[in-house]
């Protein structure tokens, strides 16, 4: 019987929390009484405590967060690797630490609500299709810009995509060796680039990303929860 797969999480942390009018980078605001970025990346332990996480940060924000887990007395074993000017850079980098066969998530630092059944599925899905990308249906009605305005569309034919963003490394690897693209908007839209086909994997609606004042207020309720 072949062995499972070893499991990696990149974990891409690069807010500077100018949307969310702090002072602090969002992935550094409390919630609960401590940073969102912890909160993230015991998620990850809680569904495999062997699992290998790589913490990817602005270079300038690499001594905050060491001090941070001090005053937190953070323990979780974890590498931290700077950032590049990009989120493709970003993800590069937490690659490059990556050695070996394996199946590597990517996922933003500010989603600290992801469920452990969620990620064990996304990990699944890759192991058995090459990739596993976390999504939802949307819930409003949609219309498509036309030039001549508006139209109205389907919902039922659209996905919100999330993260964790699964893949075997030998696919996210060759995805993110081609040059940076202005229509790569998350890892699947890397990957998809250079042939290869996204398996979606049914996400939540308490899986927000964080990055708004009115954010806050519902990651305080969920933590509360």
């Not at 070893?6 to 002072?23: F, K, L, N, W």
């Not at 199946?103 to 469920?115: C, K, S, T, Y």
Request: aromatic content about 8%; some cysteine; proline content about 6%.
């Amino acid at each position: 019987m072949a062995q499972p797969l070893p499991e990696y999480a990149i974990i891409v942390a690069g807010g500077s929390g100018t949307r969310m009018q702090h002072d602090v980078p969002k992935q550094f605001i409390p919630v609960a009484g401590k940073p969102i970025l912890m909160h993230t990346i015991e998620r990850f332990y809680n569904y495999n405590p062997t699992i290998r996480l790589i913490v990817v940060l602005p270079k300038e924000q690499l001594t905050t967060w060491r001090e941070l887990c001090k005053e937190y007395s953070f323990t979780l074993f974890h590498m931290t690797v700077p950032g590049g000017t990009t989120r493709f850079g970003s993800v590069k980098n937490g690659l490059d630490a990556v050695m070996g066969d394996g199946l590597i998530a990517v996922h933003d630092g500010v989603r600290p609500f992801v469920e452990t059944e969620i990620i064990k599925a996304a990990f699944e899905a890759a192991a058995n299709y090459g990739s596993g990308v976390v999504a939802i249906s949307p819930k409003d009605s949609i219309r498509e810009l036309t030039s001549d305005g508006s139209k109205a569309v389907p919902r039922t034919n659209y996905k919100l995509v999330q993260t964790p963003q699964v893949f075997k490394a030998g696919i996210i690897r060759k995805a993110y060796e081609q040059p940076e693209q202005a229509n790569f908007t998350d890892d699947a839209s890397v990957v998809e680039s250079v042939g290869e086909t996204i398996t979606l994997v049914e996400g939540s609606y308490r899986n927000i990303k964080i990055t708004t004042p009115e954010d806050l207020v519902l990651a305080e309720a969920f933590a509360k929860e």
